[in-house]
């Protein structure tokens, strides 16, 4: 079975971002284009996740909860995880190690998070769009040791990416990886990856262009516990891999 699959999309809680972009407009217009897997990684943060979790559930789609790290070398990357409470818990303490830059609210407007229905349940004071004090290396380990998925989110952009700040696609475990110019992916890797398109949202308009195809062969999308089956994302993953 081929699905659409959205893996990096931000919603109003993250800087820069259309105000329109709701968890439940998000899951309306996700449910609308037929997308069936998705995930919710706002900037430093997964504060809108319980949110986006109850919105996906209305709408039958099947959710990832986490967040896009920026980690102490300026390196964004997507943490997925399938279960709610540990992605809000490790993306919390995540938040915690950003630094104490408050957030301006006559240069952006306020950060905040809200219910399932849009309504505002809260601000967060540290500026999202800053880099946390921990490194990539120790974020790819704490955050496999809790059961995430770890893709550095467009590896080989001129910004916040591995070939921009590293110069290079260190050896590490990672489940994925996301490229703008995925041809471009083979000279640059020193293993095989997964290596699937940049698929950023930050206007809504933008949901329906940017999501990929992930044939999950004969696997359900759901565990028998509601959740996302991993056994299908890495089988539709891992067909998406390249060599160097």
């Given at each position: ?115 399932e229905w849009g309504n505002m349940l809260g601000r967060l004071e540290y500026y999202l769009a800053s880099s946390a004090k921990i490194s990539l290396y120790e974020l790819e380990a704490r ?102």
């Amino acid at each position: 079975m081929t699905i659409k699959a959205q893996l990096h999309l931000h919603s109003n809680l993250s800087p820069w971002t259309d105000w329109a972009l709701s968890p439940k407009n998000i899951a309306h217009i996700l449910h609308e284009e037929g997308v069936r897997l998705a995930a919710l990684t706002d900037l430093n943060t997964a504060r809108n996740a319980p949110a986006f979790a109850k919105a996906c559930e209305e709408e039958g789609v099947a959710a990832f909860f986490g967040m896009e790290a920026q980690t102490a070398e300026e390196v964004r990357v997507l943490v997925l995880f399938r279960d709610l409470d540990i992605a809000v818990d490790f993306c919390d303490s995540w938040y915690e190690h950003l630094p104490h830059i408050k957030h301006s609210i006559e240069n952006y407007r306020e950060q905040y998070y809200v219910d399932e229905w849009g309504n505002m349940l809260g601000r967060l004071e540290y500026y999202l769009a800053s880099s946390a004090k921990i490194s990539l290396y120790e974020l790819e380990a704490r955050a496999h040791e809790k059961g995430a998925l770890v893709i550095p989110s467009h590896a080989d952009s001129v910004n916040f990416s591995l070939v921009n700040r590293l110069g290079t696609i260190p050896d590490l475990p990672f489940d994925a990886l996301e490229f703008n110019a995925r041809n471009s992916a083979n000279h640059l890797l020193q293993k095989s990856y997964p290596v699937i398109p940049s698929q950023e949202v930050n206007f809504c308009d933008e949901i329906e262009k940017s999501s990929f195809l992930l044939d999950i062969g004969n696997y359900p999308l759901f565990s028998h516990d509601g959740k996302v089956n991993l056994e299908a994302v890495f089988e539709g993953l891992a067909k998406w891999k390249v060599r160097p």
